[in-house]
């Protein structure tokens, strides 16, 4: 087995990658590590985690990360939508619709899980910038369907969170 690469060498060698990457036009990177490999080295390389899954033999874990190679990571905006669904299943189109409607305003949908009684989902988002939050919540379009739905509409709770 080969040594491991030091920190410097390595890092050097990831941005090579990401420079290439970003020369043939990809706009993100994704990754994936094993918890006895370097999780913790690419989260300092501004890679936030996307995923993992469980039960790796001895106990490990199969970490997956992403990056934008367009934007500042340092400037990203996470946010956690727990959302109320209505009881009628149509006006649950709302929500598909509405997610569809980030990519516009750099946001990109990780995550989302709805609970066992169907009535809630959870939503990870992530979105480039503040300001494109900022704009995705005034998007005419999601604003339009919101004021359509008037109480119908779900009601969310939106918390910003970031890694620990």
Same mark, same amino acid.
């Given at each position: 087995m080969a040594a491991p690469l030091p920190y410097s060498a390595a890092c050097r060698l990831l941005h090579a990658a990401e420079e290439e990457a970003?020369?043939?036009?990809?706009?993100?990177?994704?990754?994936?590590?094993?918890?006895?490999?370097? !999780? &913790?080295?690419?989260?300092?390389?501004? #890679?936030? $985690? +996307?995923?993992?899954?469980?039960?790796?033999?001895? @106990?490990?874990?199969?970490?997956?990360?992403?990056?934008?190679?367009?934007?500042?990571p340092a400037a990203a905006l996470r946010v956690v939508a727990l959302v109320e669904l !209505? &009881?009628?299943?149509?006006?649950?189109? #709302?929500? $598909? +619709?509405?997610?569809?409607?980030?990519?516009?305003? @750099?946001?990109?949908?990780?995550?989302?899980?709805?609970?066992?009684?169907?009535?809630?989902?959870?939503?990870?988002?992530?979105f480039d910038t503040r300001d494109g939050y900022d704009a995705f919540l005034a998007d005419p379009e999601r604003v339009a369907l919101r004021a359509a739905l008037g109480d119908a509409a779900p009601a969310a709770r939106v918390l910003e969170v970031h890694e620990v």
């Open positions: 970003r020369r043939r036009g990809c706009t993100q990177m994704s990754v994936a590590s094993f918890s006895f490999q370097a !999780p &913790e080295f690419y989260r300092r390389n501004g #890679y936030v $985690d +996307t995923g993992r899954r469980e039960g790796i033999p001895g @106990g490990h874990v199969d970490h997956h990360f992403w990056k934008s190679l367009v934007t500042d !209505p &009881e009628a299943e149509g006006d649950r189109r #709302y929500e $598909d +619709t509405v997610l569809g409607l980030l990519g516009r305003h @750099g946001g990109r949908l990780e995550r989302r899980l709805r609970t066992g009684d169907g009535h809630t989902e959870v939503h990870l988002i992530r």
